[in-house]
């Protein structure tokens, strides 16, 4: 990792890791659950479009903008 992506880790997790304790415990959830959480969130979709084929990412595409699109009526 180079240093100035090191250096926005840094600032992100010292940033956003008190931001997001304070709304949690301002709404009463478990600070702690609501970092893993988050963590977790971050991963599944890199996880999820390494596990799709080319045409399954094309398919949740079309309907997606067929969704998108059928809103805009």
């Known amino acids: 990792m180079d240093l100035n992506r090191l250096a926005k880790s ?3 997790q010292a940033t ?3 931001e997001l304790q304070a709304k949690a415990l301002a709404e009463g959830k478990n600070p702690a659950a609501v970092l893993l959480g988050r ?3 971050l ?3 890199k996880a999820r479009a390494l596990k799709l084929s080319g045409e399954e990412r094309s398919q949740i ?8 699109w059928e809103n805009k009526e």
């Open 16 to 18: 956003t890791d008190e």
């Open 39 to 41: 963590l977790g969130g």
């Open 61 to 68: 595409a079309r309907i997606a903008a067929k969704v998108r």
């Open 43 to 45: 991963k599944g979709g």
């Open 10 to 12: 840094i600032v992100d």
